[in-house]
């Protein structure tokens, strides 16, 4: 891919409303643009993250045994009004009506609408027990969006319901997703840990919400270093330097921003709908449900908040918009741009996705743009590098005296294997 044809422009102010390094870097970076509070144009490079990102969560629900589905972004008041929702979460809904004068909801979530689907296709308990996600924008009205991606008025949440027979079943798909969000976030690169919580407006069961620890975080947790205990203040009730309610030790507290959370539904929502299911002798009960949410566009950000240096981000490999950027420092010269072409196409044919800096550019120009957008490697190609007898290669989180001189012919396994350490 050639970066001359691609629309990256990145910036060297830091926008005015930037309180946070992520926000800043997605801005700077050129990947994200304003359009008004709360709502961003995501540009290619973000596209291609937040594509990666889904890829992962897709691999690791279809892995437990999910489905995908799509619902509709708009839905009719009923669906609300049925569990009293409409009126209870009003504050936080995008509201309007149609021509004729008819209710809807620009989605915040979709709870009632996946239960009035299930209820609808389910009847017995041959059907069950099911999983269902979708990965679709949701629409909120913050009373304070800030932080750009972290919290928009609208955002691309996955979002899976789980429907069984009976408790037990219940359980078990609670821990199989808790377990798939573990790797989901792993496979990101990212650091997130499974912390106790309250449900909201969800329901009031058991519940996780899983936290990339930074200072930018909008939640306070209380954290235990001896025995691993941690909650969301919300509910642990320990002060700073108190005990620890597991093991006594006095606890820390530390920031978080939640990037994901798994709850017990119970039947909840499924009696509000009357989603039942005939038992093998014919009586009817009610599905037990789950609902299990990841901020798909807010761990694009969570990933940048926790990798990124003074210089720009650091992406992770797997969810990097482009693996490798091939510094082309002459690409004037026939020799250099061929050179320069030929590591292109062998990573590409080894699934390597790859952009070549070929804009007439300064060196320092280029170096620059590459740490900011923060491709994980950076190969460097000119005329000089060549008559010093090579390519120089350089991981992104290195800092400059790992570069390595390697022969043309010897650069791809070399970033390779960099990609994979
Ligand atoms: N306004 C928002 N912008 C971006 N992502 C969001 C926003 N609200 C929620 N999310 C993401 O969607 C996930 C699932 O939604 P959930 O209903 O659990 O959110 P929430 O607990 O209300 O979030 P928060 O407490 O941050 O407002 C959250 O874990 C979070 O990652
Ligand atoms: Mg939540
Ligand atoms: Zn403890």
Redesign the pocket.
């Known amino acids: 891919m050639k970066w001359s044809r691609q629309l990256i422009q990145t910036l060297r102010e830091v926008p005015a409303d930037a309180e946070i390094e992520s926000h800043k870097l997605l801005v700077r970076a050129g990947l994200i643009r304003k359009l008004a509070a709360?709502l961003y144009s995501y540009l290619p490079l973000a596209m291609r993250s937040l594509k990666k990102i889904q890829n992962i969560i897709r691999e690791e629900m279809d892995s437990t045994g999910a489905q995908e589905i799509v619902m509709p972004i708009l839905q009719p008041s009923e669906l609300w009004r049925t569990t009293g929702r409409w009126e209870k979460m009003d504050a936080n809904m995008f509201k309007l009506k149609d021509h004729g004068g008819k209710e809807s909801a620009l989605g915040p979530?979709a709870e009632e609408e996946v239960t009035d689907l299930v209820k609808g296709v389910v009847s017995s308990y041959r059907q069950l027990p099911v999983c269902v996600y979708q990965i679709q924008w949701?629409f909120?009205d913050?009373t304070r969006?800030r932080f750009s991606?972290?919290?928009?008025?609208e955002?691309l949440?996955k979002?899976a319901y789980s429907f069984d027979t009976n408790p037990e079943d219940a359980d078990k798909i609670y821990w199989t997703m808790y377990g798939a969000y573990k790797k989901i976030f792993s496979r990101c690169g990212l650091t997130a840990v499974p912390v106790e919580a309250s449900g909201?407006?969800?329901g009031d069961s058991l519940t996780h919400?899983?936290h990339v620890i930074a200072d930018a975080g909008?939640?306070a947790l209380t954290w235990c270093e001896s025995c691993g205990f941690a909650a969301n203040v919300e509910v642990a009730n320990v002060p700073e330097g108190g005990p620890c309610p597991k093991c006594g030790a006095p606890v820390k507290t530390k920031r978080g921003i939640?990037?994901?959370?798994v709850f017990k539904l119970g039947t909840k929502y499924s009696d509000a709908f009357r989603a039942v299911f005939k038992t093998d002798d014919l009586k009817e009960e009610t599905m037990i449900m789950g609902c299990y949410?990841?901020?798909v566009?807010?761990?694009l950000q969570a990933v940048i908040e926790q990798c990124h240096d003074k210089d720009g981000i650091i992406w992770p490999a797997s969810v990097a918009p482009f693996q490798v950027c091939i510094c082309l420092l002459d690409p004037g010269v026939p020799e250099v741009a061929a050179i320069a072409g030929q590591i292109e196409a062998a990573l590409e044919s080894q699934c390597v996705d790859v952009i070549v800096d070929d804009r007439e550019e300064r060196p320092g120009v280029k170096f620059k743009d590459a740490d900011l957008i923060g491709f994980p490697v950076r190969v460097v190609v000119g005329a000089k590098s060549l008559a010093n007898g090579g390519v120089e290669i350089k991981r992104r989180a290195d800092d400059k005296s790992k570069t390595q001189i390697v022969d043309p012919a010897d650069a791809v396994g070399a970033i390779v294997s960099m990609l994979e350490a």
């Open positions: 709360g979530t949701k909120r913050e969006p991606l972290m919290r928009s008025k955002f949440m979002d909201g407006d969800m919400e899983f909008e939640d939640e990037v994901g959370q949410g990841i901020g566009s807010r761990t």
